[in-house]
């Protein structure tokens, strides 16, 4: 299911259980709680989701979406390659100021979630899958030398930044690890 195919109901569904889901965490809300919020329902949830574990990675897909467009969006703004590779920090850092004080809802829910077969855990994989692999196509188009492991030392700057923007309360995390990212990047000749 897509935001594109959604009912307006299932829409609104959805972005109240994101909000609550971001806000207070995946376990600690309920459908009552979501449906009341709503003003639909429990069986209208479960009719447009099927389950709460539909409804949780619908929430994390439409997340995925909203942020790598708007990593691609950073990315394509730029020609030179370096500030390519660098784009997703800078994306990282418009995203915080925005509001997501909570840091990354991906590893918040990859916290919650312990079961392997959670249909929001393969969401949460591949998203985190994704920015690596686009670390290593703009590695490889800025030149350097294994952009494979360099993209690995790009995604640990960039994760360990979301948490310690929240966990730690360190408001200068995504700044720095663009710095660390841009000495890496220098270090390796781009």
Known sequence: MTDGTLTSGAQ????????LFYAHGIHAVGVDTIAAQSGVTKRTLYDRFGSKDQLVAAYLRTRDRRWRARV????????????????PFDAMQGWLAEGADRGCA??????????????????????????RELFVRE???????????LALQLLMLHEGALVAHSVAAEPAAARSAREAAEMLLERAGA
């Open 139 to 149: 590695l490889v188009r800025a030149g350097v030398d294994d952009p494979s492991g």
């Open 12 to 19: 609104r569904i959805l972005e109240v259980a994101s909000e």
């Open 106 to 131: 991906f590893v918040n829910a990859y916290a919650e979630l312990d079961d392997a077969a959670h249909p929001g855990r393969a969401v949460i994989e591949d998203e985190k899958r994704w920015l």
């Open 72 to 87: 691609d969006a950073a990315v394509e703004a730029q020609s030179d390659p370096v500030r390519r590779v660098l784009a």
